[in-house]
């Protein structure tokens, strides 16, 4: 019986890729390649491929024009922004994401970085580390504190990620607004009690803000200068997004003048941080590794479901979670 061939493709450690192929079902046989091989070594191995599996796949259509098994392009992620939708349709490729297996998760870092930036977390827990206690350093000046509880937060965004987010916020007794560009419906908002407004009205009268929509050319640096300079002093910025979302210059610039409180990053424009990005060092910025989606429960799941729309189209069934190059951003 032939065996699928499938082409994990990744940028991310090979702790990884051995994870692809510990799961890989009966009836595929897993081939590994860095997303940042030659392209002569990438048409080598996806020649004869029948699937990609992917986290931050490089394809250009140097390398999509020896593809002709090629069936799927299978994401192991819930964003598409590393992949040129309309390059793969022109070669017959079908893209499908993991949908919103990692929503629970990326929720929870939301909130994990919308608490350490209200409770100076990692200020804290530094100037412990350096021998201080509260109130000998304006790293742990209670006074300079802000709880979560009852804050008026807003969401960009209303997908699977935001409207995970607003369940959780309901326990802080939160006031949550949401700008979206569909309507959402009346069900979500008395479930979620959530209302939803104009960006402008949520960037003015939030006290804190939260980022949860794709990367496409229409959102990249949906804040900028203006935008933040609209918010409140005392507002809180957080992204668990995609990095470009954000106009990284203008935020350093914005932070370093005090014009908001602070900000809560999973994702910048470029990752990793070169050494010299301020937003490393920052005192009122929390910087994390993009580990938002990231559990070993989160990925297993995504696993699971990755080889099973795999093996869906191996069967000839439509995949889940397609996307296209038409889609709305949000």
Same mark, same amino acid.
């Given at each position: 019986?032939?065996?699928?061939?499938?082409?994990?493709?990744?940028?991310?450690?090979?702790? $990884?890729?051995?994870?692809?192929? $510990?799961?890989?079902?009966?009836?595929?046989?897993?081939?590994?390649?860095?997303?940042?091989?030659?392209?002569?070594?990438?048409?080598?191995?996806?020649?004869?491929?029948?699937?990609?599996?992917?986290?931050?796949?490089?394809?250009?259509?140097?390398?999509?024009?020896?593809?002709?098994?090629?069936?799927?392009?299978? !994401?192991?992620?819930?964003?598409?922004?590393?992949? *040129?939708?309309?390059?793969?349709?022109?070669?017959?490729?079908?893209?499908?994401? %993991?949908?919103?297996? +990692?929503?629970?998760?990326?929720?929870?870092?939301?909130?994990?970085?919308?608490?350490?930036? %209200?409770?100076?977390?990692?200020? %804290?827990?530094?100037?412990?580390?350096?021998?201080?206690? @509260?109130?000998?350093?304006?790293?742990?000046?209670?006074?300079?504190?802000?709880?979560?509880?009852?804050?008026?937060?807003?969401?960009?965004?209303?997908?699977? @990620? /935001?409207?995970?987010?607003?369940?959780?916020?309901?326990?802080?007794?939160?006031?949550?607004?949401?700008?979206?560009?569909?309507?959402?419906?009346?069900?979500?908002?008395?479930?979620?009690?959530?209302?939803?407004?104009?960006?402008?009205?949520? !960037?003015?009268?939030?006290?804190?803000?939260?980022?949860?929509?794709?990367?496409? &050319?229409?959102?990249?640096?949906?804040?900028?200068?203006?935008?933040?300079?609209?918010?409140?002093?005392?507002?809180?910025?957080?992204?668990?997004?995609?990095?470009?979302?954000? *106009?990284?210059?203008?935020?350093?610039?914005? $932070?370093?003048?005090?014009?908001?409180?602070?900000?809560? $990053?999973?994702?910048?424009?470029?990752? &990793? &941080?070169?050494?010299?990005?301020?937003?490393?060092?920052?005192?009122?910025?929390?910087?994390?590794?993009?580990? /938002?989606?990231?559990?070993?429960?989160?990925?297993?799941?995504?696993?699971?479901? %990755?080889?099973?729309?795999?093996?869906?189209?191996?069967? /000839?069934?439509?995949?889940? +979670?397609?996307?296209?190059?038409?889609?709305?951003?949000?």
């Amino acid at each position: 019986m032939t065996k699928a061939k499938v082409v994990f493709m990744t940028s991310l450690p090979r702790k $990884l890729e051995e994870f692809a192929r $510990l799961t890989t079902p009966k009836g595929f046989v897993t081939t590994a390649i860095a997303s940042k091989a030659r392209e002569d070594e990438k048409i080598e191995v996806l020649s004869d491929a029948d699937f990609i599996l992917g986290l931050f796949p490089n394809l250009s259509e140097a390398v999509l024009r020896h593809t002709t098994k090629l069936k799927l392009l299978q !994401l192991a992620s819930v964003g598409y922004d590393t992949v *040129d939708l309309k390059l793969l349709e022109k070669y017959g490729v079908t893209v499908a994401t %993991c949908g919103d297996i +990692n929503s629970a998760a990326v929720a929870e870092h939301t909130i994990s970085l919308m608490l350490a930036i %209200c409770r100076k977390l990692t200020q %804290c827990v530094e100037r412990v580390k350096l021998g201080g206690w @509260i109130f000998d350093s304006p790293a742990t000046d209670a006074f300079t504190y802000h709880n979560l509880i009852g804050k008026r937060v807003g969401l960009v965004g209303f997908g699977n @990620i /935001g409207r995970n987010v607003a369940q959780r916020l309901q326990g802080f007794q939160c006031a949550i607004q949401v700008y979206n560009r569909t309507v959402i419906s009346e069900e979500h908002k008395k479930k979620l009690g959530v209302e939803q407004v104009e960006f402008l009205e949520l !960037l003015k009268t939030s006290d804190i803000i939260s980022l949860h929509v794709p990367l496409t &050319p229409e959102t990249r640096h949906l804040i900028g200068r203006k935008e933040l300079m609209l918010m409140k002093p005392s507002a809180i910025l957080i992204n668990t997004s995609r990095g470009a979302l954000i *106009d990284e210059a203008a935020l350093i610039e914005v $932070l370093q003048e005090r014009q908001i409180f602070g900000a809560g $990053l999973d994702v910048i424009e470029k990752e &990793p &941080p070169e050494p010299d990005n301020l937003l490393r060092t920052m005192s009122n910025i929390v910087l994390t590794p993009h580990i /938002g989606g990231a559990s070993l429960g989160t990925l297993q799941e995504v696993f699971r479901f %990755c080889w099973q729309n795999i093996k869906d189209t191996w069967d /000839g069934k439509m995949p889940h +979670n397609v996307v296209s190059s038409d889609l709305k951003s949000f």
